[in-house]
Antibody
Framework: EVQLVESGGGLVQPGRSLRLSCVVSGFTFDEYALHWVRQAPGKGLEWVSGISWNSASIGYADSVKGRFIISRDNAKNSLYLQMNSLRADDTALYYC??????????????WGQGTLVTVSS | EIVMTQSPATLSVSPGERATLSCRASQSVSSNLGWYQQKPGQAPRLLIYGASTRATGIPARFSGSGSGTEFTLTISSLQSEDFAVYYCQQYNNWPPITFGQGTRLEIK
């Protein structure tokens, strides 16, 4: 069974940093791209960042480019999102998601349950 | 950035009837289009990828069609568990991957 479990969310002041983690199981981790997708309270889905199976290809939404850094550790079956210079509009539930395509980057199929990030003074 | 526009914002349909949801891309995304279902308090669930391929375990009453810039998700006979929010997503030329704003399917 594919499982993705996010952690690291919480309340943080504007301008500060936070690091999210996602531990996965149930599939061969180093064969699939991974994504972070967020959802502000009562709003729709927003793709944040993605990383290919071998970390050679990385992408960010314009809204987070230059502030967020995605990374993965294939030895630990873990995905990370380093979030710097946080703003109030980064407040959201952050989902970790597995890509559907082996050795490719396309769209997420399996999702975690999310970790909530609240940016407020 | 490719902008995805879904219509209508809210769709009211009776159980047992057909629902048709639309998604338009600001430029061609070929067939690189997916559909998700999201219920309150739950993570999104992938329904369709490649514009028309059902994901694992998705009932046959869900079908997708279209290519280029115009796409449709059809639910042939609505069940009570189908009332939810539906999102389309393009993945043609990442980054970025972009979602539509969602269509809320409610009981009439």
């Amino acid at each position: 069974e594919v499982q993705l479990v996010e952690s690291g969310g919480g309340l943080v002041q504007p301008g500060r940093s936070l690091r999210l983690s996602c531990v996965v199981s149930g599939f061969t981790f180093d064969e699939y791209a991974l994504h972070w997708v967020r959802q502000a309270p009562g709003k729709g889905l927003e793709w944040v960042s993605g990383i290919s199976w071998n970390s050679a290809s990385i992408g960010y939404a314009d809204s987070v480019k230059g502030r967020f850094i995605i990374s993965r550790d294939n030895a630990k079956n873990s995905l990370y999102l380093q979030m710097n210079s946080l703003r109030a509009d980064d407040t959201a539930l952050y989902y970790c998601a597995k890509d559907i395509t082996i050795f490719g980057v396309s769209l997420p199929d399996y999702w975690g349950q999310g970790t909530l990030v609240t940016v407020s003074s | 950035e490719i902008v995805m526009t879904q219509s209508p914002a809210t769709l009211s349909v009776s159980p047992g009837e057909r629902a048709t949801l639309s998604c338009r891309a600001s430029q061609s995304v070929s067939s690189n289009l997916g559909w998700y279902q999201q219920k309150p308090g739950q993570a999104p669930r992938l329904l369709i990828y490649g514009a028309s391929t059902r994901a694992t375990g998705i009932p046959a009453r869900f079908s997708g069609s279209g290519s280029g810039t115009e796409f449709t998700l059809t639910i042939s006979s609505l069940q009570s568990e189908d009332f939810a929010v539906y999102y389309c997503q393009q993945y043609n030329n990442w980054p970025p991957i972009t979602f539509g704003q969602g269509t809320r399917l409610e009981i009439k």
